[in-house]
């Protein structure tokens, strides 16, 4: 069977780690499977190269950051090819564009286009494993691109969708998806399975046990995924199509910090109003996501709307500029907040799992400021400071621990 591993930036952190990833990779070889790794850079690698190009120029051009960023991935391989080598497993080890993942121009935030797999599978028919660097790509005229933090992820799942691979392994430093992140919650339980939809929501929400691109292709080409631990034999967590239904209302909860709140007081109530603020700001390409409007009184009315704590200086910038033609009287940013959400798919059929979620709020005096809800998940915005006493308090309502 074709098998492509992924393994996670704390799983090769140092050599004894490597060690145990080629020792892992090595079993899979000696079962008889045809193996593609994928690897992050080690530890915190892509961090620190972040904070060494801050020292240089705060505002790098995003080209110039990809062509660093890439390195830290390109040493992952490196070493574990030579891991292989060490243990008698023949391997090679191959950047983004050697593997033939090409991908469009957005710096910094790419999206694989096609795959050449010309090389991959003449690596795989000489018996090797083939280790490729994660995260990255290039684009038609051969410029590095890269996929977004977390997006090693994305790069395996592509992988195995184009090979048509049996199974997709990301290994990470958890045993699998939980209830809740474990290192918030300690009373979150691994879960055996949770469907595509389920795990897509809970990555975007963030979760960030997977990037959430990642989930959305697994889905659209049915590829199986297991997230399991590199340090424990463990069984992991299966993600696929439909699971057993279990009796829990909900399959897990998810906190973002990474939001802001922008709220544009004294608007005038009349037509266009929302038209005009929110055409502006997705024609800077500004991702908006809880939007609340106030009832209108004498004329007049207030809108509120969260975007990512990166984009709110733009957004402020550009909603100061065009303060006149969208005429609001003043303007408020929050950025202390953050956002906690619920998620399954059971809540289609089971009434009160907001009012559930609320009242552990309530219980655990944690004032809402902002609610959006959709099918399968609720999502409250609450300060951030208050995020991790709720999520635990919110999934004690839930799992009963
Ligand atoms: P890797 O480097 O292997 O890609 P990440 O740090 O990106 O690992 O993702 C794994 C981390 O995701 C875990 O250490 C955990 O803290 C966090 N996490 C957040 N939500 C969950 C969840 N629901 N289940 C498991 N882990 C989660
Ligand atoms: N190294 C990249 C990051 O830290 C990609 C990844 O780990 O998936 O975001
Ligand atoms: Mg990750």
């Known amino acids: 069977m074709l098998i492509v591993q992924k393994f996670g930036g704390s799983s ?32 915190d690698t892509t961090d620190d ?11 790098a051009s995003k080209r ?8 830290g991935e390109q040493i992952s391989v490196a070493l574990c090819a030579m891991a292989l080598e060490a243990l008698g497993t023949p391997a090679v080890s191959l950047t983004g564009w050697q593997a033939g993942v090409q991908t469009t121009r957005q710096y910094g ?18 018996k090797r494993v083939v280790i490729v660097c994660g995260f990255q790509g290039s684009t038609t005229n051969g410029d590095i691109t890269t996929l977004g933090r977390g997006g090693s992820d994305t790069s395996a799942v592509a992988l195995a969708a184009k090979l048509k691979a049996g199974l997709c392994q990301i290994y990470t430093d958890v045993e699998g998806v939980y209830t809740a992140d474990p290192r918030i919650v300690p009373a979150a339980h691994k879960l055996n399975e949770i469907t595509y939809d389920e795990m897509l929501e809970l ?20 590829v199986k995924l297991e997230v399991l631990s590199s340090f424990t034999k463990q069984p992991g967590t299966i993600v696929k199509e439909r699971v057993k239904v279990e009796e829990t209302k909900i399959s897990g909860l998810a906190k973002d910090s990474n939001i802001s709140r922008i709220a544009l007081v004294g608007l005038r109530d009349e037509p266009g109003v929302a038209f005009r603020i929110f055409r502006m700001l997705a024609a800077k390409n500004i991702n908006v996501d809880i939007i609340l409007q106030s009832i209108g009184r004498e004329n007049s009315k207030d809108i509120s709307f969260t975007v990512a704590k990166s984009d709110y200086e733009i957004a402020v910038a550009a909603l100061n500029e065009e303060k006149d033609e969208i005429g609001f009287q003043s303007l408020d940013v929050s950025t202390t907040l953050a956002k906690v959400s619920i998620v399954g798919a059971g809540m289609i059929n ?52």
């Open 109 to 126: 935030n790419s999206r694989i286009r096609e795959i050449n797999t010309e090389r991959i599978y003449a690596e795989l028919d000489r």
């Open 64 to 71: 110039e950051m990809d062509m660093l960023l890439s390195t």
């Open 350 to 401: 089971s009434s009160g799992v907001a009012s559930m979620m609320f009242e552990a709020l309530y219980e655990a005096h944690v004032n809402i400021h902002m609610i959006s809800t959709s099918e399968i998940k609720v999502s409250v915005l609450i300060d951030e400071v208050n995020a991790d006493a709720a999520m635990n308090a919110i999934h004690k309502k839930f799992f009963r621990d």
């Open 203 to 222: 990555a975007s929400l963030g979760a960030k046990v997977l990037h959430n691109r990642s989930v959305e292709m697994a889905r659209k080409y049915g």
């Open 49 to 59: 190269l972040i904070a060494k190009a801050e020292l240089i120029n705060k505002k």
């Open 12 to 43: 090769v952190a140092d050599a004894e780690r490597i060690r145990r990833v080629a020792g892992i990779i090595a079993k899979t070889y000696q079962d008889g499977n045809d193996i593609v790794v994928v690897l992050s850079a080690q530890g």
